[in-house]
């Protein structure tokens, strides 16, 4: 069992700067791939960025260039950095880790509780 523990959410300005950080119980490069996903009210949880064990990222449209998904394998840890922080950026952010393999081949994904992002002035 992969236990995924967020932190760093809270309350910025627009235009501000956050780090989110998500610390996992086993090494992270034994996970596939891990992500940071968003969710507001009513809507879908939605995809923000991802980062495979061999380091290559991915962005939804709405963040290029503005986050920055990044891992610390020696601290077992991704990170999640946010500039230039926009309203529609407040959501819940969650820790997400997807592993493959097994047999038969399984895919299981691993979430972390969630930390409140709001960006308002």
């Known amino acids: 069992q992969v236990q995924l523990v967020e932190s760093g959410g809270g309350l910025v300005q627009p235009g501000g700067s956050l780090r989110l950080s998500c610390a996992a119980s086993?090494?992270?490069?034994?996970?596939?791939?891990m992500g940071w996903y968003r969710q507001v009210p009513g809507k879908q949880r939605e995809l923000v960025a991802s980062i495979t064990s061999g380091g290559i990222t991915n962005y939804t449209d709405s963040v290029k260039g503005r986050f920055t998904i990044s891992r610390d394998n020696a601290k077992s840890t991704v990170y999640l950095q946010m500039n230039t922080l926009k309203p529609e950026d407040t959501a819940v952010y969650y820790c997400?880790?997807?592993?493959?393999?097994?047999?038969?081949?399984?895919?299981?994904?691993?979430w972390g509780q969630g930390t409140q992002v709001t960006v308002s002035s």
């Open positions: 997400n880790g997807v592993m493959i393999g097994g047999w038969p081949l399984q895919v299981r994904n691993y």
């Open positions: 086993v090494n992270i490069f034994s996970i596939n791939i």
